[in-house]
């Protein structure tokens, strides 16, 4: 089985975001799976590299709205050439744009691909304790 991860998470930053998309990726491969990681520059993880394809976005990630816009487009300019490998599965990791857009190459390129995403449910209260913007938490909210 084939499968490709986006995620647009700061590998620097030991959070839970860096922690679940690391060992869900380890976890796939311990289980005999191909994965391939569509990530931002910054992202690098040694054990990781011994048995996963990286392909690195060309920015390293930052808490930066037009940042992560950016890379949510690259990300989907990625997917557009990287889906031709048939892959089994796309996960996707928090983001609503590049889900989307990849649905949307899904069909019109008549893939079978399967595609996973995580969302969790708390965004919107995540989002007020960290206060966030009015409208970041709104977006948290749908």
């Known amino acids: 089985m084939k499968i490709l991860m986006l995620g647009l998470i700061n590998y620097h930053k030991n959070d839970a975001a860096k922690i679940h998309f690391t060992e869900l990726s380890k ?13 931002p520059k910054n992202f690098y993880d040694s054990e990781i590299s ?51 857009f990849i649905q949307l190459i899904k069909q019109i390129k008549n893939l079978k691909t399967e595609i996973i995403t995580e969302h969790n449910g708390w965004i919107e209260l995540e989002t007020k304790i960290q206060r966030n913007s009015k409208i970041y938490q709104i977006v948290g909210k749908l």
């Not at 976890?27 to 990530?39: A, C, D, H, P, W």
């Not at 990625?78 to 590049?98: E, M």
């Open 27 to 39: 976890s796939f491969v311990k289980n005999g799976m191909n994965v391939n990681l569509l990530v």
């Open 50 to 100: 011994k048995s996963i394809k990286i392909y690195n976005l060309p920015f390293n990630y930052t808490e930066n709205f037009i940042l992560i816009f950016l890379l949510s487009i690259l990300q989907i300019i990625y997917y557009l050439f990287l889906s031709s490998k048939n892959y089994d599965f796309v996960y996707i990791r928090w983001r609503l744009l590049p889900c989307y």
